[in-house]
């Protein structure tokens, strides 16, 4: 089973609105990664927040994490139609000899309108 | 073009026949992984290699699967007998090794992927 849930696991939103995607986990992380994939095509690392953090900004990214309630957001302001991809996000736990291994979430698939 | 590569990009094979599948990582990467993923998933970790030494590979699907990193650069992941249930994206990744210091820093840096469809 997967570490992390997404929520929502599909979000359509207009062009210049924003968009929030929550994750959920199991179990203690030494970080929390997001990630975005456009159809088809690799992932690309979007943000990190390692477990002693509770907020991270990274151009129109903006990244929370609740230790207590195992929870993340991600919120994307202004969106753009360039936008539209699925979000994933990917736990690292504190696991010996697994180097950082990841465990991803199902993944939000986000529309932007334009 | 100095990101990770895979090749091939996409395979179609028959029921039972093996498949193997290349990953070139970032040069001065030590770590690499291998995923899996299908269809309206999330990635599925697989397995991971410090140099060459592949140091995590009970999350292998099963024993057809088997990945090799001879000299610790590029890495293999070779399907044997494969099904229709192996038909999904297999995903490589690469990381630095963290220094000291840097503990949870730890990006990784996905390929493209290959596209596996078996019929």
């Known amino acids: 089973s997967q570490q992390g849930e997404e929520d929502p696991q599909a979000l359509s939103i207009q062009e210049g609105e924003n968009a929030t995607m929550n994750c959920s986990y199991k179990t203690s992380i030494n970080n929390l990664q997001w990630y975005r994939q456009n159809s088809g095509r690799g992932l690309v690392h979007l943000i990190l927040i390692r477990s002693n953090e509770r907020e991270k900004h990274s151009g129109r990214l903006r990244v929370t994490l609740d230790t207590s309630k195992k929870s993340s957001s991600l919120l994307i302001t202004a969106s753009r139609a360039a936008d539209t991809a699925s979000y994933f996000c990917a736990t690292e736990l504190p696991v010996q000899n697994a180097g950082n291994m990841l465990t991803f979430g199902g993944g939000t698939r986000l529309m932007v309108k334009p | 073009d100095t990101g990770v590569s895979q090749n091939p990009r996409h395979k179609i094979t028959k029921r039972g026949q093996n498949v193997t599948f290349r990953c070139d990582p970032i040069?001065?990467?030590?770590?690499l992984y291998w995923y899996r993923q299908t269809l309206g998933q999330g990635p599925e970790f697989l397995t991971y290699?410090?140099?060459?030494?592949?140091?995590?590979k009970s999350r292998l699907l099963s024993d057809r699967f088997s990945a090799e990193r001879p000299k610790g650069s590029f890495s293999t992941l070779e399907i044997q007998r494969t099904e229709q249930g192996d038909s999904a994206m297999y995903l490589c990744?690469?990381?630095?090794?963290?220094?000291?210091?840097?503990?949870?820093?730890?990006?990784?840096?996905f390929g493209p992927g290959t596209r596996l469809t078996v019929l």
């Open positions: 040069s001065e990467h030590n770590r």
């Open positions: 990744a690469s990381s630095p090794t963290v220094r000291a210091g840097l503990a949870g820093w730890s990006e990784q840096f």
């Open positions: 290699f410090q140099n060459e030494a592949q140091l995590e």
